[in-house]
């Protein structure tokens, strides 16, 4: 490690310090090498001067020995005097003395020898005094010498050789007449070959001799000497007194030092940042001696300043400061950051640099430029002037410290923000990955953002809506309903669509001002004043924004907070699309439950009309569908009949006559395609059936391409229903239509398995079905009644007209026989032309007469080719018999019905009666009652 011993900018030495340790030395021991050299290097100049004066003090002691007489007295001017009292003395009653500056090539009259009264007429005459007037050596041509009194008062003569003594008797009449002189003469004083003045002598005689120049000349080199030691002495106590000042200046920057130290190691113990700027400002008014000041840094994002501590300041006051931007160029702080240079202003009220947002200026005012490497990062504003040298020292050293040591406590927040960041950042993404549920999921999102970056307010989380093109509010911390309901934009919309379309984050630090802002009109979107705003994207796609809104500050973000926020927004984006996932996976498998158990509710009912209504409660307890009907369509009539609901008022539903092409329903039924209504009180087909709906979904119920009904649901909430809902609906539908198809052809199947192909009545094998089940219901206090009946003569009208006319007659009677049973009573074919009735809660004598008017009815009727008959006619037999009177059990009942009817036959066109083995035969057109 080397560090220069500087003085100044002149290097004295060097101090090298050797570590047998690859990189052992580190920048404090460079700051403490460097402290240490300074020290060093004033110890040092000190030695070397002090040397210097002993040198030049043993070369006094040994001139004073040879030149003990004029070197009596060591003060210049008291050696002077002594050589013109000495001249004069040398019978020369004028004398005069000057000294020769090498500096300024004069020279100057330092002594002389005239009579006072004398001397002040001179004066007077010249205008100035004599003492202090000097002669300037000009070297332009042969050094000649003029003498500079005023109007020309003493001698004017050219000398060519300024090192030679020179008589003149040109005395002007002036001093002639002042002092009587008439020659003078003109001495150099040289010391060892060097010019130190010139020494005149004047005298009343009419001229000097060479004898007389040459003790004079003798005398100027004595004279010369004793000047030179006078003037060396003079130099020695000047230099003596500047060790002396150098000596203290030297322990005033020990003590400066120390005190640095000690505020150095204060500072060094501080823990925050706060704690840093209130040590540094407490010792800077120290040094001033106020009791006011404050901190303010440097926003380099910004370029704008911002007072971040401050004693004895109003808070009014920092807070108008803070209030607005205040520039880095501006002001006299714009000046101190320019120059990196204290600046001292001792009437601040009156500087036109001096800012006056604030309404209140001190009389005084220091700026202290906080300085490091990288340039000015702050000022120090103090409200007066430093109170001398030292102080000034004092406060640009302190600056200089504090600098560096609020970068460092700046660095070290900064790395304790970003470790705690991390833990945030961390703890919250183990937050959102363990909830599942999206909506869940984006609730948490966006207030665990508002939660990590202590400038947000408010947020908003936007997922692209594919449907609608748009970015929508699918999460929101602290905006109301009609704000969330209005903040929709398309990609490329406003900042928050810029952001999507870009992919790329933004800080808006003037929401009002910013371009790229859509107006909301709404005065709780005006309030806004800055955001940062971070796209969503998961595995490549950018699906949404995240949005963090500040309501009280402009520019209340900054880069680390929009880096945080994409850190954040990156892990919300996978919570997302895992949450999404989730939720597919789980809607589906909800589907695959629904259409489950929409399919065991239409196997296990017990018929249609069952069965719908079992798929819709299915329908209702497992979608978000309030209330939901399923209505069949009567192709006949074009009418919409309510099979299944919940939640509607099927008597309403029925008021309203819903047909095709009538209401949404209608409409739905007539196109066979879906429809998904947001708000129905914008949609003119809509029929209002339950009060209160504002949303509608509807899908056709298909077979094939023929329209078979509509699964109709409503909600009282807008936009109630997605493209999800439509699509489940629609597949619920196909499933619905297979199970209406599944139970028609069940019910047909069931039909062909009890009906009679021919005739369309019950067969034989459901008659006897329906007979036991009657004769159980009518039990042991009930009654019931059997007719048999056979057609007359039927053989012979197939053997005239063949099959297909016999199968058209027996198609026609059993038409005829429906009409004239009553409701209740059942019809079946037996077999072959032979037909049964089953009159269930009929006596004997009710179902002889019925019997009868059945006879009569078949006598009546015209029937195709009847006048080929025998009889001329078509006419039926018919046997009665009745439980429990002629049997109890149902064969034995058949028995005695067809026993009954075969005695019929033998007279045709009859009713015979079963009764205690007897039977009774109707004559034709005997009136039964």
Known sequence: LGVPMLIGNRPVGMITLNKCQPGFYTEEHARLAQAFAAHAAIAIENARLYQQIQDQLNELQALQETTATLQSSLSLQEVLNRIVKAIVGLGYPAAMLAQYEEETNRLVVRAYSVDPALLEMGEALAGKKVMGAYVTLDQTENLGVRMALAGEIGITHSLHDLFRPVVSAEVCQIVQE?????????????????????????????????????????????????????????????????????????????????????????????????????????????????????????????????????????????????????????????IVIKTGEMLEIPDARSDPRVLHETGRVPEQLTNVPLRTKEGVIGVIALDALPLDDRARRLLKALADLAAVAIQRAQLFEETQRHLRELHLLFE?????????????????????????????????????????????????????????????????????????????????????????????DLPEVAEEKSAICAPLVAKGKTIGTLTLDNVTTYGAFDERDLELLCAFANQAAIAIENARLYSQTQRRLKELSLLYEVAMAGTAALDLEDALQRIAEALHRHSPFENLGILLLDEATGKLTMKATVGFDPQATERLGLRVGRGITGWVAQTGQPALVPDVSRDPRYRRCTPGMRSELCVPIRIGERVIGVINTESSRPNAFSEEDLKLLTTLAGQVATIIESARLFEETQRLAVTDGL??????????????????????????????????????????????????????????????????????????????????????????????????????HLFEGEKGMPAGRITVSLGVASYPQDAREPEALVNAADVALYEAKKRRNRVCVYGKGAFVCLPQGVPIR
């Open 759 to 860: 005739t369309g009545l019950y067969n034989r094998r459901r008659f006897y079905e329906l007979l036991e089940e009657e004769i159980v219901r009518a039990g042991r206090k009930g009654v019931l009644s059997l007719i048999m009946l056979d057609i007359d003569d039927f053989k012979a009208y197939n053997d005239l007209y063949g099959h297909l006319a016999g199968d058209a007659l027996l198609r026609e009677l059993a038409q005829l026989f429906r009409r004239g049973i009553r409701q209740g009573d059942i019809v079946a074919r037996y077999g072959g032309e032979e037909f049964a009735i089953i009159l269930p809660g009929t006596g004997k004598e009710e179902a002889t007469a019925l019997a009868e008017r059945i006879r009569a009815q078949v006598e009546e």
């Open 178 to 334: 002042m002092a009587g002189i008439k020659t003078m003469a003109t001495i150099p004083l040289l010391a060892k070959g060097r010019l130190v003045g010139n020494m005149f002598v004047g005298t009343e005689r009419e001229e000097i001799t060479e004898s007389e120049l040459e003790s004079l000349r003798a005398f100027a080199n004595q004279a010369a000497l004793a000047i030179e030691n006078a003037q060396l002495y003079e130099e020695t106590i000047q230099v003596a007194e500047q060790m002396a000042r150098l000596f203290e200046e030297a322990q005033a920057r020990v003590r400066e030092l120390a005190a640095l130290t000690e505020v150095g190691e204060a500072i060094n113990r501080a823990l925050s940042l706060k704690e840093t700027l209130n040590i540094v400002l407490r010792e800077a008014m120290a040094l001033v001696g106020r009791e006011e000041g404050s901190i303010i840094l440097l926003d380099r994002r910004t370029n704008t300043l911002r007072i971040v501590a401050s004693q004895g300041l109003p808070p009014e006051v920092v807070e108008a400061f803070n209030a607005r931007p205040v520039y880095a160029h501006e002001g006299t702080f714009g």
């Open 428 to 520: 919250v993404g183990r937050g959102i990955t363990s909830v599942l549920d999206l909506e869940e999921v984006l609730q948490k999102i966006i207030e665990s953002a508002i939660e990590a970056i202590p400038a947000a307010e408010k947020g908003t989380l936007h997922l692209l809506d594919e449907e609608r093109g748009e970015l929508v509010v699918r999460a929101s911390s602290g905006f109301s309903r009609e704000v969330i309901e209005a903040a929709h934009f398309k990609p490329g919309e406003g900042y928050t669509g810029w952001v999507f379309e870009h992919g790329e984050p933004t800080i808006v630090d003037n929401v009002h001002t910013d371009p790229r802002t859509k107006p909301i």
